[in-house]
């Protein structure tokens, strides 16, 4: 019984089967190897849109709810929470299901082949928590469930980005996968052998790309929205700062449709009949009204991406207000991330003590992970390790090749 092989990430998600010995990726949406792990609810059409499409949506500003980085949302209480969509009761669960089923479905039809069951990778940690980090594979094989696939493992996504490196490494080498994704960083410490490679240790922590967009928007785009603003009390002449987590909330991708309720509208409402810069509350509120937050957060990750890709960018604000926008540098925008990276050097270097193996003795870093491709990753991480040869894994693609080729034997 074939099994398929299924990447389910924060931004994007793929899936493939093994075929000679060699992962096959399948084409989820035309022409594209990976699928946005996004969903839209069209009010119109009564029908849930996955990927490409679910974005298109967005954009072409159709009525509904857009939704992405659900997978951030595995071992919270809200995956349980029901809400009424397209006239249905749904929970989170569901609505994972949903994609999962649609894109089972997918790769039956591409292949002509039934997929009873998956080789689901995970982070090493979900949460830092335990009790939530167990709670979330239990919502994740819940999802697998009520999407059709009778039954699903699990293996670490490093793990399985390492089994489809193992090429760029001689035998005996040490090397080292990093695995910056959308929500989480992981990381597998493993040496090659002649067969097959001895996995010597994995680690992980909740830091991922999301969380680069978050504190990018909240610092440079969040104060024109009135972050930081005073606002007068009702009473005498004191002020006091306008609250944090309206913002925060904002700036993080899988927060923003929760705060289209009327309780946060009714909030910026009272912010702005008292705000000492009214101009900027007027903005927020504008945001929520039209549920701009989203297209905040494209343009915050496409600042980011043309900041890596050409030293300097900027963030593009015109679905708020005419010539708004954010300059962005190199320099800044490093400063801004230097905190996360750190960390995710120090969760490396962590992996590879626990193995009881020196830094040193680490011979290839090898990066895949679509935030990997931050040059700001890259120097924290080669910094940790100097003596180590670098390889680019495929980015988007090394974990859904390694489950591919581990898929079959997952099932004995």
């Known amino acids: 019984m074939a099994v398929l092989g299924v990447d389910f990430g924060t931004s994007n998600s793929a899936t493939a089967v093994a075929r000679d010995g060699k992962a096959h990726m399948i084409a989820l949406e035309q022409g594209e190897m990976t699928l946005p792990t996004a969903v839209f609810f069209d009010f119109d059409r009564k029908a849930m849109l996955i990927g490409g499409a679910a974005g298109a949506a967005l954009l072409a500003g159709e009525e509904g709810r857009y939704m992405r980085a659900l997978k951030s949302i595995l071992g919270a209480p809200l995956m349980r929470e029901k809400r009424n969509l397209l006239g249905e009761k749904l ?41 939530r980090n167990a709670q979330a594979e239990v919502d994740l094989r819940e999802a697998y469930a009520r999407a059709g696939f009778e039954d699903v493992a699990f293996m670490y996504e490093p793990e399985a980005a390492a089994l489809a490196n193992r090429a760029v490494l001689g035998q005996g080498d040490l090397g080292l996968i990093v695995d910056i994704g959308g929500g989480t960083s992981d990381f597998t410490l493993f040496r090659n052998g002649e067969d097959n490679i001895d996995i010597l240790g994995s680690h992980g922590v909740r830091l991922g790309g999301t ?20 606002i007068r009390h009702a009473f005498g002449d004191e002020t006091h700062t306008a609250p944090a987590t309206i913002f925060n909330d904002l700036a993080t991708w899988q927060k923003i449709p929760f705060l289209y309720a009327p309780d946060s509208r009714r909030l910026a409402k009272d912010l702005l009949q008292y705000a000492v810069e009214p101009e900027k509350l007027e903005r927020l509120i504008s945001v929520l009204e039209d ?19 050409a030293g300097a960018g900027e963030i593009d604000l015109r679905v708020i207000e005419r010539g708004l926008r954010v300059a962005l540098g190199a320099g800044a925008v490093e400063e801004l991330l230097a905190p996360m990276t750190l960390q995710m050097a120090e969760a490396a270097l962590e992996t590879v003590l626990k193995a009881d193996s020196p830094p040193e003795a680490v011979t290839h ?28 894994g495929s980015a988007l693609t090394a974990i859904v090749d390694g489950l591919g080729l581990a898929a079959e034997a997952a099932f004995g």
């Open 91 to 131: 929970d989170f669960i569901d609505i994972i299901a949903r994609f999962l089923g649609q894109v089972k479905a997918a790769a039956e039809t591409q292949t002509g082949e039934r997929y009873e069951r998956a080789l689901s990778g995970r982070p090493v940690r979900f949460h830092p928590d335990d009790a």
């Open 365 to 392: 870093l090898v990066f895949v992970g679509g935030s990997s491709l931050m040059e700001v990753t890259r120097s924290a991480l080669g910094a940790a390790f100097p003596h180590a040869q670098v390889h680019h």
């Open 291 to 309: 549920e701009l937050g989203h297209d905040i957060a494209f343009a915050v990750e496409a600042g980011k991406i043309a900041v890596n890709t």
């Open 211 to 230: 969380d680069f967009d978050r504190i990018v928007s909240v610092e440079t785009v969040m104060p024109l929205l009135g972050r930081g603003s005073e």
